[in-house]
């Protein structure tokens, strides 16, 4: 099954996807109170000029790096090595649930950046409370999937990383996390084996297959889920796939591109990057 969360006019509601048609499915709250009750439809109804939102407000976004490849073209051009530590750890950052938007928003341009850039992701929804998962059960706590363009600064990047502190402004901006265009339920598709394709103003600028990596979803769940409780709603990211950021091709966006991020079986994520903002005083 596809859920989304659509506007219709009278606010945000769950609603399941069936081709271009959108059912309501009688559920009053939220997408994560959806899923934490889990997931009762009591009716469909087709709902007529509805828009796509972003299909959930996570409860937390923790984003991963899972592709060698997106690590050695990115390192490559940075001049720096892969630590060999990341192939033992599924490290993360966190990023800020307020920041998302959805599918055909425009993507606002901060004015402290020249940078701006994309960045194709699959990311997992956690649909069950847990803690101290293990590896061989944590597939078992995803609820589902869709597409997370983890939008970058790439020169706000280049001066925090050397703190090691991880990404701070460069992630983090209103707007910076868009997700969408549904949740794929997690009996619907495989996720080691989707291929993921990113295209500006319609050219391919990369490909890759989420079989490429490394470090898996039940490797992260297991791994966060050490001495802390999980809880649905929760979003897991699998870090940008090779190809997925202008990062690795030396091509960076500019006012007005169409990013369209596309994964197999979930659909297309497609954004308006917005005009650069301008400097309060300038």
């Excluded at 069936?18 to 709250?29: A, N």
């Excluded at 920041?99 to 956690?126: K, S």
């Excluded at 470090?215 to 929760?234: C, K, N, R, V």
Aim: charged share 25%; net charge negative.
């Amino acid at each position: 099954m596809k859920f989304v969360t659509y506007d219709a006019g009278q606010g945000p509601r769950v609603g399941l996807l069936e081709g271009e048609q959108i059912f309501d499915v009688g559920f009053t709250g939220d997408m994560v109170a959806f899923i934490e009750a889990g997931a009762p439809i009591a009716r469909r109804e087709p709902v007529s000029g509805a828009r796509l939102l972003a299909p959930l407000r996570p409860r937390s976004l923790r984003d991963f790096l899972a592709f060698e490849g997106h690590l050695k073209n990115a390192m490559g051009r940075l001049g720096r090595p892969i630590a060999p530590e990341w192939y033992t750890v599924p490290a993360y950052y966190k990023g800020l649930p307020d920041t998302v938007i959805g599918p055909e928003e425009e993507i606002p341009w901060p004015a402290y950046t020249e940078r701006l850039d994309h960045e194709l992701e699959l990311a997992a929804i956690i649909g069950r409370r847990g803690k101290d998962i293990p590896k061989e059960e944590a597939m078992h706590y995803i609820f589902g999937y869709t597409i997370w363009n983890d939008v970058s600064a790439r020169d706000v990047q280049t001066r925090e990383l050397p703190v090691n502190m991880g990404p701070c402004k460069a992630k983090d901006w209103d707007g910076s996390n868009v997700l969408g265009p549904c949740i794929v339920t997690a009996d619907e598709i495989d996720p080691g084996n989707l291929r993921m394709v990113v295209r500006v103003n319609g050219e391919v600028w990369g490909e890759d297959n989420s079989g490429h990596m490394h470090h898996t979803f039940a490797d992260m769940i297991a791994y966060a889920s050490q001495a802390q409780t999980l809880y649905p709603g929760e979003v897991f990211g699998s870090g940008t796939a090779a190809g997925g950021s202008g990062l690795e091709l030396d091509r960076w966006l500019r006012e007005g591109d169409v990013v369209e991020l596309e994964i197999e079986g979930i659909g297309v994520l497609r954004n308006r990057i917005g005009k650069k903002q301008q400097k309060r005083g300038a």
